[in-house]
């Protein structure tokens, strides 16, 4: 068996970076390879390193990357700008925006 050596570049990044990992807790377990449903990133040849992020304008933003990671803080979707609609509960100075986990409504009280 002969060894072959394979060179990838990835794809000169968009505006924004779809994913963040960081290095200092991400620990290169590549769960987030295995269940990125559009094949975004391909394991980082040194280990215990993040994996590279291949096609970045691939990604959907959907979650499951960070939702698999067993080091909390490790991966986080870096939603574009114009997706961050933000508000804030006046009562406890809490800050919500479209796309976290479970966000409540911004406006509880019924329709007339």
Known sequence: MTE?????QPNPPAPTRPVVFDPAICDGC??????CQTD?????????????????????YCGPCVDVCPKKGAIRLNYPLMWRV?????KTGEHFWIGMKNPPPPNTRPQP
């Not at 072959?4 to 990838?8: D, K, L, R």
């Not at 590549?30 to 269940?35: A, K, L, M, R």
């Not at 933000?86 to 006046?90: A, Q, V």
């Open 4 to 8: 072959e050596t394979i060179y990838v």
């Open 30 to 35: 590549n769960n987030c390879v295995e269940t």
């Open 40 to 60: 975004v990133f391909i394991p980082n040849p040194q280990e215990g390193k993040p994996p590279i992020i291949m096609y970045p304008d691939e990604c959907w």
């Open 86 to 90: 933000p508000w804030r509960d006046k």
